[in-house]
């Protein structure tokens, strides 16, 4: 089963803190891959100005680095810092690893001025057209391009893959850190497989099988959008249900549990927005879930979220204190990463509930189903 | 030997054993009570005096000689009117186990004569050909196994129904709900519908133990069942009851029926849980309905608003029907305004290589409220034979590619495919209904199967009975004869269809849980079934096993 853990900080810390509660957590994995997601990014050697979006990925070749440098060139972005990873090459068990890449781009010049969206458009278009310049030979991986985003996946165990880039070492250290401890050794050994999966600055990650993938799936292609593609993994459709609750329909982060996992016909009747929501559950019925699954996200104000399927079929535990705390699929992930917190405060969160980690960090919101949803439209 | 010319034979003379189904009498059992020759509805078998020659020995005298007997027995008639249908009824009457009918097993001559005086075979039923159907074939085998857990069907909660009505998309809905537009109507419904069967086809107490059976899934089981009319209205009393909001109500080509709905819409007390327009149906696609003048009643006269004993032959289309883009929008729409458009309108056609186009249609008519398609193996009260069994198209690939059709759109949530055509044709009806489901259907009409399971008819495909367009039905389901529908007691339907109702609702269950779906139907979850037939599963675009 997979493990999973995040750890989100005011004080921006190595991801190696949470590589340990991996370690932690291991009894019972089969660490056969990690992904991490890094926000709120801090470099030893470079000052980072937040509004550069970073490219994360691997060039597998000489061939595929040179083409995606040269990709970059053409269209505009201007490189203001390329991070070198320290590498040590023996403990990567794959042999076609060229180049591991981050990235900081000034953007094109003609979307300086430009909105959000805009700009967001443009970086999600860069990176699929960077993913199709992969060929079978000169493999390229993009895992993401956004501002204040890095991104790390790698076959073999977390560890190994720390040691192996370095990461204790101090060079990057970032206020948000999310890592997903295995391959997608159901199907196929794809990096794209590896949680935690992203969109527009949106990722989450999941343990657990989407037993409701293949319709959900066929949905989200039908609407569309272009950055709704991949799918190497069951659980890439989470995130993508996630943006598309946040960013298409624009509502607020509580309707995601509402659209994944809706009340029952008879508690919404007696919910106070119950119309609105049986409503809501009508038109996104395509989306909702089965489970088992325990869904840990970040969205790019650095809020974190966490929710369960609507049985409760996964564990995950929440826990910290003002200004630090965690979320792991396994209690001992969190006392790795804060040992030094009150115990009995933490939270493992019911069907019903979405645990909030706000950007100001001081206090968890923890949030029901059954409570009014906070949207003026469904008054 | 006698001269052939003396005996009556005639090019469509038979014999007993050219039948299809033989009656097999035991003059050693029989008592003569007379019993079956009354119940028979064709008049298949009558009481015969015949003579038999006793040897007569005189053996003191040395002679011999002959002696004759009469004695009384049954015998089959061999005149293509009155041919055995295997309704079985002397059967069940019998006290004495003394007869039955059983199949021909000599080749069906009887087919070369069942044109006489010109009119080629009619009947009901549906498509006789037997064995297993491609429904029947389907397996479910994406089970949850270690890396996820199945569920409990007996234990865990599920949603098993299903959305009746047009689903506008997310972006649409909430721009609406902000700015007070029109929600579309919609129905959460129990995923197996009871198809349209008419009160004219269906006697009055079969009808009553539908509705019973409905009202009592609904207020007593919890399963939100509806019930579909077909054409020729509806009982005035459940038209001003709270019932009406279990009825679909049905608009064919004939509109029988629409004058008495039509003036008891201001006197309703709920609305109807849907319209459906019939434009074709599987079972004789192209065709209109067929109610001969036996089986129009002084009731069925009177709710149809025509004379008593007259043929009600509906025409093949609408009479108003131009264009779909035209008159089929006006209709859905026209009907839609009747109900102050809160009641879901959803066209029904025969399944056809053209349903995609129609379906495409739908989609730009935001009134539409669903599409529901009939395959070749659906059911009916009355149909020519070769309309019957050769014309139309099976089910499942209609509406497969009907689906995907959705789903390239990203519509697939927003008109829901409903399908009917031999769903529980040899009586898995939850598995095949879920097999349809995961094709991509968002439900399934059940009409013979629930005549078979709720009723006791006994139809089947070795065309057994099959004279529901006779008004004779031995059950007394489609018979407007009061001797005949008073065999069938309401109640005991009703009991029958809850029966029914909540074992379909555990074996959706059985089916669901190990998939690890519960929270909702699992339309369109193609990866979750496959099919041991290579070309099946590669035009199903599903899964080959072996």
Redesign the interface.
Known sequence: MCRLALKTANEPFSPYEVLSAMEAMQEGYDGSGLGLLLRGMEFEDFKYNPRFPILSGIAHTETAWKRVTEYMEKRGYELKYDHRFHMEPDLIEADDRFRYFLRAYRMPVAFRDQSDDIREAELLRTRLALRNLTDEVDKVTIFSFYPDVAMIKEVGWPMQIGNALCLHDGQIKSRVCMAQGRQNTNYGINLYACHPFFIQGISTMTNGENTAFVPIRDWLVGKKFSGYTGYQSDSEVFTHILHYTLKKLKLPLQAYKHIITPLNPTELAEHPQGEFLAGLRQVCKRLIIDGPNAVIGSLPDETCMLVMDQKKLRPATVGGRDGVWAIASELCGVDAMIPDRDPSLDFQPMREHTVIIPPHRKELEIWSQYDPFPLPLAA | MVSVRSVSITPSSLTPADLPWIIEHREDRCTLCGRCTAVCPKGAIRLAHMRQRVPKLDVFNKNRGNDYRTFTGIRQETDPAKLCIGCGMCSMVCPNEAIAPVPGTNENRTAFFQNQKGEPMKRGGRRNTTGPTLLDRIMFN?I?ML???A?DAGR??F?T?T?LGR?????D??DR??NGGW?PP?R?VFPFIIGSMSFGALSPNMWLGLLQGVAYCNEVLGIPVVMGTGEGGCPPWVLRSPYLKYIILQIASGYFGWDEIIRAIPEMQCDPAAIEIKYGQGAKPGDGGLLMWYKVSKLIARLRGVPEGVDLPSPPVHQTLYSIEESVMKMIQTLSTAFQHKVPIYPKISASTSAKSVLNNLVRNPYAGGLMIDGIDGGTGAAYNVSMDATGHPIASCVRDCYLDL???????EIPIFAAGGIGKNGNVAQNGMAMIMLGASGVHIGKYIMQAAAGCLGNEKNRCNVCNLGICPKGITSQNAKLYRRLDPDKVAERVGDVFMSINTEVKKIMAP??????L???????ISIPDKDAADRLQIRYVC
């Open positions: 994406r949850s890396t996820d857990p569920l865990h909660e949603t129904t959305t689903i506008l998309s997310p972006e809905f909430l709900t902000l929600i919609s959460e789903a390239a759109q990203g519509k697939q949530n998939l690890g779906r519960s929270q909702s699992p339309i369109g979850m193609s990866d979750a």
